[in-house]
């Protein structure tokens, strides 16, 4: 199974200041055609997870623009430019290339 | 709105077996790839099975392997998800995930498996 590792797992930040998690995948996410099934999630407390970026850098609808995805091959990253209160939780990358799609440990954000 | 609303989430001794429905409401269902997603509470995700939108391509996990099976029904907007020879790490909450150039979860199904 492709191991996705993020870091850091526990991100404090003050509110209106940047923020970057880290994901690496444990193989390539290139599929033969090229595309990267590169995803990021966030879940909020008893909550179901939200899908924020689709295909490394796509934002779903609705998403603030304030959230950026990058990254290839086998190394991405989620960026938050000013972080807001809304924003805390837990942040998941994960890859749908390979069966069985695999997620991250999660990146618990939280307002220092 | 769009919705997806699990049920037959319950309580089962190790052994037994479960069938967890989804139904979708509010976005083109026959059209999306289905997933249940499973989650330990306070722990991390991870991918049980998915089906593509014809049902044609049908796969679980190997750590559910023999013991899971995925279908749906695009009539009825439904998922389903048969889980037999339940163990205790089978406990979880169970996610409904739709997955496209949208995607939708359900506020998912609890599952526990325990004598």
């Known amino acids: 199974d492709v191991v996705m590792t993020q870091s850091p797992l526990s991100l404090p930040v003050p509110l209106g200041q940047p923020a970057s998690i880290s994901c690496r995948s444990s193989?390539?996410?290139?599929?033969?055609?090229?595309?990267?099934?590169l995803s990021w999630l966030h879940q909020r407390a008893g909550q179901p997870p939200r899908r924020l970026i689709n295909d490394v850098s796509k934002r779903d609808s609705g998403v603030p623009d304030r959230f950026s995805g990058s990254g290839s091959d086998s190394n991405f990253t989620l960026r938050i430019s000013r972080v807001e209160a809304e924003d805390v939780g837990v942040y998941y990358c994960m890859q749908f290339t390979h069966w069985p799609h695999t997620f991250g440990q999660g990146t618990n954000l939280e307002i220092k | 709105e769009v919705q997806l609303v699990e049920s037959g989430g319950d309580l089962v001794q190790p052994g037994g077996s479960l069938r967890l429905s989804c139904v979708g409401s509010?976005?083109?269902?026959?059209?999306?790839?289905m997933n249940w997603v499973r989650q330990v509470p306070g722990k991390g995700l991870e991918w049980v099975a998915n089906?593509?939108?014809?049902?044609?391509?049908?796969r679980c996990v190997d750590s559910l392997r023999g013991r899971c099976s995925v279908s749906r029904d695009n009539a009825g907007n439904s998922l389903f998800l048969d889980l037999n020879t339940l163990r205790a790490e089978d406990t979880a909450i169970y996610y409904c995930?739709?997955?496209?150039?949208?995607?939708?979860w359900g506020q998912g199904t609890r599952v526990t498996v325990s004598s």
């Open positions: 193989q390539s996410l290139v599929r033969g055609g090229g595309g990267i099934y």
């Open positions: 509010g976005f083109t269902f026959r059209v999306f790839w």
């Open positions: 089906i593509s939108p014809d049902g044609s391509m049908k």
């Open positions: 995930m739709a997955w496209g150039a949208s995607a939708y």
